[in-house]
C-alpha cells in the first residue's frame, strides 16, 4: 500500500517572500512541502476575511500550516476555516496577550498609523547610507527575503498584527520561539517549545534545528 505524503504549507512572516523557509528541508519520502505567498488585501479588509481568502490556496486535505509571526497570527485565522493534521506557528503569538507592551500601547494610542511604510520600497536608497556591518548586514538580508513592498499592504499588516484581538487560541497548537527574540520577547510567551539563543529569524539562522526536530513535531499524536 502507498502511504500518501504529508502536505505541509509553509507561510512566511510579514511582507516576506517563501525564500525564508529555502533552508527547510523535510524528508520527502514522508512530507510534501508547499510555499503561500503574501496577497495584497482588500480595502479595510479584516484578517479573518483574508485568511478565509488565502484558504483557497490549500489544496490538500488535512495539511499541516506552519506560520512565521505575522504569518504564525494569519495561520491561526485560516485553519478557523479549514480541518488541519497539525498547527504550527514559529516567532508569533497565540493571542492578544502575548503581543509586547510597545505592540499593546501602539494599539491603544493609535500610533502604528504614523508608521512610515513607504520607505519599505526605498531599500537601495537606505543602503547607500548605511553605516557599520551589521546595518549593511540586515539590510541586505531584508532586500533578500522581502516580497511585498506596497505601503498599503504593510498599513494593513501592521494594524491587523497590532490589533489582532484573539484572547484564546486551539490547546493543540504548537509554538516554537526563540528566547531572543527581540520582536515577541519570551517573557510574554506561554506554552511553546523554547529555542535557545533563537532570534526572530531563527527558521532562516537555525534552520537545522527545524530539518532535526520539525518531523518528529508534525508526526506526534
Not at 509553509?10 to 525564508?20: C, D, E, N, R, V
Not at 527581540?182 to 537545522?208: A, D, L, W
Amino acid at each position: 500500500m502507498i502511504q500518501k505524503l504529508i502536505p505541509v504549507y509553509f507561510m512566511p512572516g510579514m511582507a516576506a517572500s517563501s525564500k525564508i523557509f529555502e533552508y527547510i528541508d523535510l524528508p520527502s519520502d514522508t512530507f510534501q512541502m508547499h510555499f503561500l505567498e503574501w496577497i495584497l488585501p482588500l480595502k479595510d479588509e479584516p484578517v479573518s476575511n483574508y485568511a478565509l481568502r488565502m484558504t483557497n490556496n490549500i489544496k490538500h486535505e488535512n495539511p499541516v500550516l506552519i506560520g512565521v509571526s505575522f504569518g504564525g497570527v494569519l495561520v491561526q485565522e485560516m485553519s478557523k476555516h479549514i480541518h488541519l493534521r497539525k498547527l504550527i506557528i514559529v516567532s508569533s503569538v497565540k493571542s492578544k496577550f502575548e503581543l509586547p507592551k510597545t505592540m499593546q500601547l501602539a494599539r491603544t494610542t493609535g500610533a502604528y498609523k504614523i508608521v512610515p511604510t513607504q520607505l519599505a520600497g526605498k531599500i537601495d536608497v537606505l543602503e547607500k547610507y548605511a553605516f557599520g556591518k551589521e546595518v549593511t548586514k540586515r539590510l541586505a538580508l531584508y532586500k533578500n527575503y522581502l516580497s511585498v513592498n506596497d505601503p498599503k499592504y504593510l498599513s494593513w499588516a501592521i494594524k491587523e498584527m497590532v490589533c489582532w484581538n484573539q484572547e484564546s487560541y486551539d490547546p493543540d497548537l504548537i509554538h516554537i520561539h526563540g528566547d531572543n527574540d527581540p520582536v515577541f520577547p519570551i517573557q510574554y510567551i506561554n506554552n511553546c517549545v523554547s529555542i535557545p539563543e533563537g532570534t526572530h529569524i531563527m527558521i532562516i539562522n537555525k534552520y537545522r534545528w527545524f530539518n532535526m526536530n520539525l518531523p518528529k513535531i508534525i508526526l506526534a499524536e
